[in-house]
T-cell receptor
Framework: ETGVTQTPRHLVMGMTNKKSLKCEQH?????MYWYKQSAKKPLELMFV???????ENNSVPSRFSPECPNSSHLFLHLHTLQPEDSALYLC?????????????FGDGTRLSIL | EDQVTQSPEALRLQEGESSSLNCSYT??????LFWYRQDPGKGPEFLFT???AGEEKEKERLKATLTKKESFLHITAPKPEDSATYLC??????????????FGKGTKLSVIP
């Protein structure tokens, strides 16, 4: 496989469930990102990892918990979510976070909270 | 606060009718301006990076230009397959930490046969 792969593509969960989103990149990049995309709003950066170390956490609620076991894999653990958390969650990767390296995105997980 | 504004929000063109999308930005110390294309149900697909005023990049029917305050994405003789949402993002060095992208809301382009 090539590029950035996200699973699952669709997820429906109740407010009390626990689930995880997975992202894998096959580009040899060392930085990975989680974004939230809601209708009529710009992409919102949630977390940044560079060489497995978290470098940014944009005031994201603790019900979202990221994990980056290595430079190729990124997870987003979800628990006790709210209806307003329904959105498209996008993973991206880049060759480092410094300079002007373009980020390459996966196709996202469409999350619906009941 | 860094801001990115894209206009128009939506644009309908007849096939072959050339036009431009605008991305205006206010950012200190621009490191790069990025254009992406996003199809429904897909993630953004990288198109171009522009680094300095006066720079231009081309790809098929698309041409991106950059000034000190805005960027244009010119679409020449568009085809229906060019229909998508086009996103603009800017990268500027923060006070500390990694470099972040600030995205606009996008322009939804529809090309009618």
């Amino acid at each position: 496989e090539t590029g950035v792969t996200q699973t699952p593509r669709h997820l429906v969960m109740g407010m009390t469930n626990k689930k995880s989103l997975k992202c894998e990149q096959h580009l040899g990049h060392n930085a990975m990102y989680w974004y939230k995309q809601s209708a009529k709003k710009p992409l919102e950066l949630m977390f940044v990892y560079n060489f497995k170390e978290q470098t940014e956490n944009n005031s994201v609620p603790s019900r979202f918990s990221p994990e980056c076991p290595n430079s190729s894999h990124l997870f987003l653990h979800l628990h006790t979510l709210q209806p307003e958390d329904s959105a498209l969650y996008l993973c991206a990767s880049s060759q480092g976070t410094g300079g002007s390296q373009p980020q390459h995105f996966g196709d996202g997980t469409r999350l619906s909270i009941l | 606060e860094d801001q990115v504004t894209q206009s128009p929000e939506a644009l309908r063109l007849q096939e072959g009718e050339s036009s431009s999308l605008n991305c205006s930005y206010t950012v200190s110390g621009l490191r790069g301006l990025f254009w992406y294309r996003q199809d429904p149900g897909k993630g953004p697909e990288f198109l171009f990076t522009l680094y300095s005023a006066g720079e231009e990049k081309e790809k098929e029917r698309l041409k991106a230009t950059l000034t000190k305050k805005e960027s244009f994405l010119h679409i020449t003789a568009p085809k229906p397959e060019d229909s998508a949402t086009y996103l603009c993002a800017v990268q500027a060095p923060p006070g500390a930490g990694s470099y972040q992208l600030t995205f606009g809301k996008g322009t939804k382009l529809s090309v009618i046969p």
